[in-house]
């Protein structure tokens, strides 16, 4: 179900029949966006250009905080701090995509309003960004010391955690992960106003990496991430 969600959209380009083109009104579009996806969330842009009344050349561009699917938030054994921690978790994954392609109507809008389908396929570079995770750890042996130190789960058990340790700390330790992506789905357009772009997607987003990325301690690192995503578009259409 998952892999059709992914390839359909970009088999159904070849399978839609050419159409007389309908009348370009607007010639640009662009649009910011929010984006949730089944393993984070993150925020973007896009813009495009119509070819014609049925077709966008289209660039996108996002910024996602990665997640990976068997992490949970627990208390640390010292509830009294109030800190919630990912035991196990030792690398915060980001990732920065900048793709092209091609949108395609599917279903023309009414001129009163209405839905209109759009499907869309889009290719192109990502870079992944990954922060090592740092913890406060209790020392109780040597004199109930409290420390910040890089998580290494072959030295520190839950017990040994004290609180999590701020985000800032690992910064200067930044690794870079090089990849590619592919992004296709289906785009609702709604609305009555024709110079505003409004629109709900739902898709599917494959990240590819020579160089794997493992995000928890216990599982095995991986060179390729599937999520699937639902997103909410808000912009605007013009001539220049």
């Not at 709604?190 to 898709?203: F, L």
Request: hydrophobic share 35%; aromatic share 18%.
């Amino acid at each position: 179900m998952i892999l059709g969600l992914l390839v359909f959209p970009a088999l159904g380009f070849s399978q839609i029949s050419d159409e007389t083109p309908k009348e370009v009104i607007y010639k640009f579009e662009n649009s910011g966006f929010l984006e949730f996806h089944s393993n984070g969330w993150g925020i973007g842009y896009r813009t495009g250009k119509f070819t014609n009344g049925y077709k966008k050349k289209t660039y996108d561009f996002s910024f996602s905080s990665v997640t990976d699917l068997k992490q949970i938030k627990q208390s640390t054994s010292y509830t009294m701090t109030g800190s919630r921690f990912i035991y196990g978790k030792t690398l915060n994954f980001y990732n920065i995509k900048a793709l092209i392609g091609t949108q395609k109507v599917i279903t023309t809008k009414p001129y009163w309003g209405g839905v209109e389908f759009r499907k869309f396929l889009f290719g192109g570079i990502n870079l992944g960004i990954g922060k090592p995770v740092y913890l406060y750890i209790y020392n109780y042996i040597d004199g109930n010391i409290v420390s910040l130190e890089k998580f290494d789960p072959d030295k520190y058990d839950f017990q040994d955690i004290y609180a999590k340790g701020p985000f800032s700390k690992g910064l200067d330790e930044l690794k870079f992960y090089p990849g590619l992506s592919l992004k296709t789905g289906i785009n609702v357009e709604y609305g009555i106003e024709t110079e505003k772009a409004k629109s709900v997607e739902i898709g599917g987003i494959i990240d590819v990496y020579p160089i794997p990325v493992q995000i928890m301690a216990y599982e095995n690192p991986k060179y390729a991430m599937f999520a699937i995503y639902l997103s909410f578009h808000f912009g605007k259409r013009y001539n220049k």
